[in-house]
């Protein structure tokens, strides 16, 4: 599984931005997908994720209101549109693929892609 993500850049706060990740194989309709972002000195987190069929989301409560999930399973893509961004949403952003089964986030996350900055200035 390959994933490639995309679509990061600078903005400034307040303004949005539309991540995209593409994953390459067949079997992308059949799991959970998930956008993770890391800050500089801090963990990885979970910010949203998606089930295989778009039907149950999951938001870190940050960004709840903010962000939204969506994926085009006939384009293998899931996408990551980001608005009224702040400065603490600067990170690299990360899309991961999940499991087929959703549970509360569709985790464990184990296939990864290279990540795109996003940067927020205020």
């Known amino acids: 599984v390959q994933l490639q993500a995309s679509g990061g850049g600078l903005v400034q706060a307040g303004g949005s931005l539309r991540l995209s990740c593409a994953a390459s194989?067949?079997?992308?309709?059949?799991?959970?997908m998930g956008w993770f972002r890391q800050a500089p000195g801090k963990e990885r987190e979970l910010v949203a994720s998606i089930s295989w069929g778009g039907g149950a989301t999951y938001y870190d409560d940050s960004v709840k209101g903010r962000f939204a999930i969506s994926r085009v399973n006939a384009k293998n893509t899931v996408y990551l549109q980001m608005n009224s961004l702040k400065p603490e949403d600067t990170a690299v952003y990360y899309c991961?693929?999940?499991?087929?089964?959703?549970?509360?986030?569709?985790?464990?996350?184990?296939?990864w892609g290279q990540g795109t900055l996003v940067t927020v200035s205020s």
């Open positions: 991961a693929r999940g499991r087929p089964t959703w549970g509360t986030t569709g985790g464990p996350y184990e296939y």
């Open positions: 194989g067949r079997s992308f309709s059949n799991y959970a």
